[in-house]
């Protein structure tokens, strides 16, 4: 990546911190930017703190979708972010508006200290929280400094009224007073009796609103509540990672009104019940949601088609994940058909849905149950473990579907010569628009390759292809790399260890668990294969086309 003029300045700038009084109060509007991202590149927490507690513009936009090679923020850096921010309230003078900080979250532990989605969440709420709080001590602090005010007042007027009564109440030329001095300060007493009795109900007002500041607690006095309602000052945007353990300060932080409101762009669950997503939903403003991942909670049928009504209220709603939530289907269960059926007219509501996961539910057969009721056609279907049946994969090469779908993983999905003339079709009927696809651990030989090669050379806007854990010999993986050397638009190439690669022993027809976990030979060298591929890349010309068999590191995303 070559640097710019302009950023080389701005680290060098930002990395002497003394300095930093010296050219803060001369730096442009237009170079904020590339001054931050100079301070986060070169981990500066207190750069990053000065530049957010003085940002110029309305909108921050922090993270989003990294190059290649590009880390997440460190984790200093973000914490330096979030307390320039509350500090920042506390300034009339504050221009900030809006704080986007969606696809800020790294992976927890990773290079250069990332903070995690779950860490995030947790910093984003203990400060709108905080915001909150700070905002409740702010009024009381102004309502306790008009009191001072009005009280000084009324002291100064009651010393003026006592001396003018003492100057009234003495004769010119002695200490006693003449009648009509007398009658004088009778009338004066009649006035004086009046203008206390004001007096009093001002006191008594006072003494009513000192009441009111004394309720305290999480809500706060009814007049701080109205206040900090009618006054949000930062509309914060960022993808949640809610858990069972951070549930309940998730919850907390969305229900409290202050200065600080969290909009959700994604949210993440795991581990959490039916009630409690429920219960996050209905808190979450209803614009803005595009997407929710829930993984790891049993919510069966039944519990998913309760969710969907209320998914249904949230008009941007375009991706939905459902990853090991115990989706178990089976028609000897009573009860098991209407549920179905709760959940099929549930899906009919999501107008806006391209986006369907469902990893690891055991729905064989209930393809078309769940498909056939999505209003609008998908664009991205993931069905990994999902045990499709041959009619399952028939409807689907069939169904509205299949000529738009631009991503799609039927990874762990056995596939043989029964299945294969559905899986054919579907890629005719996609080959203009699928860009990404996956079909590790389908158990595809040499043959059912050969049979596949065609249709997989038809998808001439394919940009990353997953094969990995397919018994596959070298063989067969060279006739592979050759077709991929043909397709111009593929950039990602993910391969299986061909069988010859492995120790002795190995079933003549391994499955993907048996590929995984059986060891390679020591004695065959690795880089032997990999220099035969890279060899037909070189005679076809394609040195953009990567190959890699590492599946623990392959990201499909990076082609983007």
């Given at each position: 990546?070559?640097?710019?003029?302009?950023?080389?300045?701005?680290?060098?700038?930002?990395?002497?911190?003394?300095?930093?009084?010296?050219?803060?109060?001369?730096?442009?509007?237009?170079?904020?930017?590339?001054?931050?991202?100079?301070?986060?590149?070169?981990?500066?927490?207190?750069?990053?703190?000065?530049?957010?507690?003085?940002?110029?513009?309305?909108?921050?936009?922090?993270?989003?979708?990294?190059?290649?090679?590009?880390?997440?923020?460190?984790?200093?850096?973000?914490?330096?972010?979030?307390?320039?921010?509350?500090?920042?309230?506390?300034?009339?003078?504050?221009?900030?508006?809006?704080?986007?900080?969606?696809?800020?979250?790294?992976?927890?532990?990773?290079?250069?200290?990332?903070?995690?989605?779950?860490?995030?969440?947790?910093?984003?709420?203990?400060?709108?929280?905080?915001?909150?709080?700070?905002?409740?001590?702010?009024?009381?602090?102004?309502?306790?400094?008009?009191?001072?005010?009005?009280?000084?007042?009324?002291?100064?007027?009651?010393?003026?009224?006592?001396?003018?009564?003492?100057?009234?109440?003495?004769?010119?030329?002695?200490?006693?007073?003449?009648?009509?001095?007398?009658?004088?300060?009778?009338?004066?007493?009649?006035?004086?009796?009046?203008?206390?009795?004001?007096?009093?109900?001002?006191?008594?007002?006072?003494?009513?609103?000192?009441?009111?500041?004394?309720?305290?607690?999480?809500?706060?006095?009814?007049?701080?509540?109205?206040?900090?309602?009618?006054?949000?000052?930062?509309?914060?945007?960022?993808?949640?990672?809610?858990?069972?353990?951070?549930?309940?300060?998730?919850?907390?932080?969305?229900?409290?009104?202050?200065?600080?409101?969290?909009?959700?762009?994604?949210?993440?669950?795991?581990?959490?019940?039916?009630?409690?997503?429920?219960?996050?939903?209905?808190?979450?403003?209803?614009?803005?949601?595009?997407?929710?991942?829930?993984?790891?909670?049993?919510?069966?049928?039944?519990?998913?088609?309760?969710?969907?009504?209320?998914?249904?209220?949230?008009?941007?709603?375009?991706?939905?994940?459902?990853?090991?939530?115990?989706?178990?289907?089976?028609?000897?269960?009573?009860?098991?058909?209407?549920?179905?059926?709760?959940?099929?007219?549930?899906?009919?509501?999501?107008?806006?849905?391209?986006?369907?996961?469902?990893?690891?539910?055991?729905?064989?057969?209930?393809?078309?149950?769940?498909?056939?009721?999505?209003?609008?056609?998908?664009?991205?279907?993931?069905?990994?473990?999902?045990?499709?049946?041959?009619?399952?994969?028939?409807?689907?090469?069939?169904?509205?579907?299949?000529?738009?779908?631009?991503?799609?993983?039927?990874?762990?999905?056995?596939?043989?010569?029964?299945?294969?003339?559905?899986?054919?079709?579907?890629?005719?009927?996609?080959?203009?628009?699928?860009?990404?696809?996956?079909?590790?651990?389908?158990?595809?030989?040499?043959?059912?390759?050969?049979?596949?090669?065609?249709?997989?050379?038809?998808?001439?806007?394919?940009?990353?292809?997953?094969?990995?854990?397919?018994?596959?010999?070298?063989?067969?993986?060279?006739?592979?790399?050759?077709?991929?050397?043909?397709?111009?638009?593929?950039?990602?190439?993910?391969?299986?260890n061909p069988l010859e690669d492995y120790q002795p022993g190995l079933p003549d027809l391994?499955?993907?668990?048996?590929?995984?976990?059986?060891?390679?030979?020591?004695?065959?060298?690795?880089?032997?294969?990999?220099?035969?591929?890279?060899?037909?890349?070189?005679?076809?010309?394609?040195?953009?086309?990567?190959?890699?068999?590492?599946?623990?590191?392959?990201?499909?995303?990076?082609?983007?």
């Open positions: 990546m070559v640097l710019s003029l302009v950023s080389i300045c701005a680290r060098e700038v930002v990395s002497d911190h003394s300095a930093s009084p010296c050219w803060l109060r001369w730096v442009p509007r237009e170079l904020y930017r590339p001054l931050l991202e100079a301070a986060f590149t070169g981990c500066r927490p207190l750069a990053v703190g000065e530049l957010v507690q003085r940002w110029p513009e309305r909108t921050l936009r922090v993270g989003g979708r990294r190059k290649q090679g590009q880390t997440a923020p460190n984790r200093l850096c973000i914490q330096a972010l979030l307390l320039a921010i509350v500090r920042g309230l506390s300034d009339q003078r504050y221009a900030l508006q809006v704080l986007d900080l969606c696809g800020m979250q790294g992976d927890e532990g990773g290079m250069g200290d990332p903070m995690g989605g779950w860490s995030l969440t947790v910093a984003l709420c203990t400060m709108a929280v905080q915001a909150r709080a700070g905002a409740q001590r702010a009024l009381r602090r102004e309502g306790e400094r008009e009191r001072k005010r009005f009280s000084a007042l009324e002291r100064e007027k009651d010393v003026k009224r006592e001396r003018g009564q003492w100057k009234r109440g003495k004769e010119p030329n002695g200490d006693e007073e003449s009648t009509d001095n007398k009658e004088l300060r009778g009338k004066s007493c009649g006035i004086l009796s009046e203008e206390e009795v004001i007096q009093g109900v001002r006191r008594r007002m006072e003494m009513e609103r000192k009441r009111e500041s004394a309720v305290t607690g999480l809500g706060g006095s009814r007049k701080e509540t109205e206040n900090i309602n009618s006054d949000v000052l930062v509309h914060v945007r960022a993808d949640l990672f809610v858990n069972a353990r951070s549930w309940e300060r998730v919850r907390v932080a969305l229900s409290t009104s202050g200065p600080l409101k969290l909009q959700c762009r994604y949210l993440r669950v795991e581990e959490i019940s039916v009630s409690s997503i429920r219960t996050l939903l209905d808190l979450l403003p209803r614009q803005g949601l595009l997407g929710i991942d829930v993984r790891y909670s049993s919510l069966g049928v039944a519990g998913l088609a309760e969710l969907l009504p209320l998914l249904s209220t949230f008009p941007a709603l375009n991706s939905l994940r459902l990853h090991y939530c115990n989706l178990d289907f089976r028609r000897d269960h009573p009860g098991q058909e209407e549920a179905l059926r709760d959940l099929s007219l549930g899906l009919t509501k999501l107008q806006e849905l391209r986006r369907l996961s469902l990893t690891a539910l055991r729905l064989p057969g209930q393809l078309r149950v769940l498909l056939s009721s999505l209003p609008q056609p998908l664009e991205i279907l993931e069905l990994p473990y999902l045990r499709l049946s041959p009619a399952d994969l028939a409807y689907l090469s069939c169904s509205h579907h299949a000529s738009t779908l631009q991503q799609l993983d039927l990874s762990e999905n056995h596939l043989d010569e029964n299945t294969l003339p559905s899986i054919r079709r579907l890629l005719s009927q996609a080959s203009s628009s699928l860009q990404h696809l996956s079909l590790s651990g389908c158990g595809l030989t040499d043959g059912l390759l050969g049979l596949l090669l065609p249709s997989l050379g038809g998808c001439w806007a394919l940009k990353s292809l997953a094969l990995a854990l397919n018994p596959l010999s070298m063989a067969g993986l060279m006739d592979l790399v050759r077709m991929a050397v043909r397709m111009p638009s593929l950039r990602h190439l993910l391969y299986p391994p499955s993907s668990a048996q590929l995984l976990d059986w060891p390679l030979d020591e004695a065959t060298d690795i880089n032997t294969t990999s220099s035969q591929l890279n060899r037909v890349l070189i005679d076809g010309g394609r040195s953009d086309l990567f190959l890699t068999c590492d599946l623990l590191n392959y990201d499909k995303d990076l082609v983007d």
